[in-house]
């Protein structure tokens, strides 16, 4: 079985380093958004760009999990190449991010100012406060090419599938985290209830990056559907 990982915005790969054992024995792909963990900063449209970027970089059909902009992309995977997905999992995603200005001015404020202007209030809503690795993933944050930021927000900004969602038809686990401000559990709610016989799980005590914090939990929900 092929498992495609695609990440939040702001991080690497590496945001999938708890999930190990569960993809051991497994042929797992690593998606990097452009920008990120290396990956060149690239022409970006929308998140439709970045669905099929996916395509390209892998054959065959695949179980797909996407955690907060890598869930959108899974999303828009499933509605425009439903044939290439066996499985759907989408961590800590929305149909909508909030309004697209927000996005255009984050855009604007980190390609005048670095991921430094934000990095505070992005840790704050990804992690809780008793999380040892802030450090860690602060300077993972700091690691992302601003630019590849800034043009996945841009990206972000125009993402909007409140009405669409209803002709997927992958089997599908959305996962919310409880505390999560960046895609609440009534989000996933929403999500899972538009697409026909999804499942939806709610870790206790998350926030955005469930996958990293409450990994246990998580890792026990994404092992249930490999």
């Given at each position: 079985?092929?498992?495609?990982?695609?990440?939040?915005?702001?991080?690497?790969?590496?945001?999938?380093?708890?999930?190990?054992p569960v993809l051991?024995?497994?042929?797992?792909?690593?998606?990097?958004?452009?920008?990120?963990?290396?990956?060149?900063?690239?022409?970006?449209?929308?998140?439709?760009?970045?669905?099929?970027?996916?395509?390209?970089?892998?054959?065959?059909?695949?179980?797909?999990?996407?955690?907060?902009?890598?869930?959108?992309?899974?999303?828009?995977?499933?509605?425009?190449?439903?044939?290439?997905?066996?499985?759907?999992?989408?961590?800590?995603?929305?149909?909508?991010?909030?309004?697209?200005?927000?996005?255009?001015?984050?855009?604007?404020?980190?390609?005048?100012?670095?991921?430094?202007?934000?990095?505070?209030?992005?840790?704050?809503r990804w992690f809780t406060p008793s999380?040892?690795?802030?450090?860690?993933?602060?300077?993972?944050?700091?690691?992302?090419?601003?630019?590849?930021?800034?043009?996945?927000?841009?990206?972000?900004?125009?993402?909007?599938?409140?009405?669409?969602?209803?002709?997927?038809?992958?089997?599908?686990?959305?996962?919310?985290?409880?505390?999560?401000?960046?895609?609440?559990?009534?989000?996933?709610?929403?999500?899972?209830?538009?697409?026909?016989?999804?499942?939806?799980?709610?870790?206790?005590?998350?926030?955005?990056?469930?996958?990293?914090?409450?990994?246990?939990?998580?890792?026990?929900?994404?092992?249930?559907?490999?």
């Amino acid at each position: 079985m092929t498992v495609v990982l695609c990440g939040s915005l702001g991080l690497s790969a590496e945001v999938w380093e708890r999930q190990a054992p569960v993809l051991a024995g497994r042929e797992a792909v690593f998606v990097e958004h452009p920008g990120h963990g290396g990956a060149p900063v690239t022409e970006l449209h929308d998140v439709g760009d970045l669905a099929a970027g996916v395509l390209e970089a892998v054959d065959g059909s695949f179980t797909f999990v996407g955690l907060s902009l890598g869930g959108a992309v899974g999303m828009r995977l499933a509605l425009d190449a439903p044939e290439r997905l066996d499985r759907l999992v989408l961590v800590c995603t929305s149909r909508r991010f909030g309004e697209p200005t927000q996005w255009v001015q984050r855009a604007e404020t980190v390609r005048r100012d670095g991921l430094e202007a934000i990095v505070d209030a992005v840790l704050e809503r990804w992690f809780t406060p008793s999380f040892p690795e802030l450090d860690v993933y602060r300077e993972r944050f700091l690691a992302t090419d601003r630019e590849g930021y800034a043009r996945c927000c841009e990206a972000l900004a125009t993402w909007d599938v409140d009405d669409a969602l209803g002709a997927v038809r992958t089997p599908t686990l959305v996962v919310a985290g409880e505390h999560d401000p960046s895609a609440p559990p009534a989000e996933a709610e929403q999500i899972a209830a538009a697409i026909l016989g999804a499942r939806l799980e709610v870790i206790a005590g998350a926030k955005h990056l469930a996958p990293v914090e409450w990994a246990q939990d998580f890792n026990r929900l994404l092992e249930g559907c490999l």
